[in-house]
């Protein structure tokens, strides 16, 4: 009998002190979704219009003029060290000896020239790699600014897509088939980036 009443008494406060749980008349409102903002980026366009990739690719052209005018020289002298060759007797130990030291400069020259095409391509890769990094950087500042949950790269296909790609590696790397217009952010990005050209 007494289990009977404690188990009762268990039961009421149990049921007592649930009650305002269950019996409040207002429950709390759900909380709002929040907005999903998305953006789309075309990357060619942003890398090729982007005020600091000309400037890029001006010190780059100055090199490899650089680089061109100094072997078109060399040539020259090339030229100049053969004519006089073609002068000496080809049996004489004077042209057996030229003729060793044009072969060295002549392929001294090709060395150079491949080794500072080599420096010229590392250092562009190098600069294209930080540009895409101030990109990022920027498009996280723009897209905090204006409340976006995330900006995608996009790469809108060329005009003779089919003659030109690699199929195998556009089904990798393009990840957006398709989007809205609407949600292009690509010239509101430019504007943001270019903002800081110097005047």
């Given at each position: 009998?007494?289990?009977?009443?404690?188990?009762?008494?268990?039961?009421?406060?149990?049921?007592?002190?649930?009650?305002?749980?269950?019996?409040?008349?207002?429950?709390?409102?759900?909380?709002a979704?929040?907005?999903?903002?998305?953006?789309?980026?075309?990357?060619?366009?942003?890398?090729k219009?982007?005020?600091?990739r000309?400037?890029?690719?001006?010190?780059?052209r100055?090199r490899?003029d650089?680089?061109?005018?100094?072997?078109?020289?060399?040539?020259?002298?090339l030229?100049?060290?053969?004519?006089?060759?073609?002068?000496?007797?080809e049996?004489?130990p004077?042209?057996?000896?030229?003729?060793?030291?044009?072969?060295?400069?002549?392929?001294?020259?090709?060395?150079d020239?491949e080794?500072?095409m080599?420096?010229?391509?590392t250092?562009?890769?190098?600069?294209?790699?930080?540009?895409?990094?101030?990109?990022?950087?920027?498009c996280?500042?723009?897209?905090?600014e204006?409340?976006?949950?995330?900006?995608?790269?996009?790469?809108?296909?060329s005009?003779?897509?089919?003659?030109?790609?690699?199929l195998?590696?556009?089904?990798?790397?393009?990840?957006?088939?398709?989007?809205?217009?609407?949600?292009?952010?690509?010239?509101?990005?430019?504007?943001?980036?270019?903002?800081?050209?110097?005047?």
């Amino acid at each position: 009998m007494k289990r009977a009443i404690a188990f009762s008494l268990a039961a009421v406060i149990g049921v007592t002190a649930a009650q305002p749980v269950f019996s409040q008349d207002d429950p709390a409102p759900a909380a709002a979704p929040a907005v999903t903002k998305i953006g789309f980026l075309d990357i060619r366009t942003t890398f090729k219009d982007y005020w600091k990739r000309e400037n890029i690719e001006k010190g780059l052209r100055a090199r490899t003029d650089a680089l061109e005018e100094s072997v078109g020289k060399q040539k020259n002298q090339l030229e100049e060290l053969g004519e006089e060759l073609q002068t000496l007797n080809e049996g004489s130990p004077e042209y057996q000896q030229r003729r060793r030291d044009l072969e060295m400069i002549r392929f001294q020259i090709k060395f150079d020239q491949e080794d500072e095409m080599r420096r010229i391509q590392t250092d562009a890769r190098r600069k294209e790699a930080l540009l895409y990094k101030d990109i990022v950087r920027e498009c996280q500042a723009f897209g905090e600014e204006n409340g976006y949950t995330a900006i995608f790269l996009s790469s809108p296909l060329s005009p003779n897509f089919e003659k030109e790609a690699d199929l195998d590696l556009v089904v990798a790397t393009r990840a957006v088939l398709w989007h809205d217009d609407r949600a292009d952010v690509t010239p509101a990005v430019l504007e943001f980036l270019n903002a800081g050209r110097p005047k």
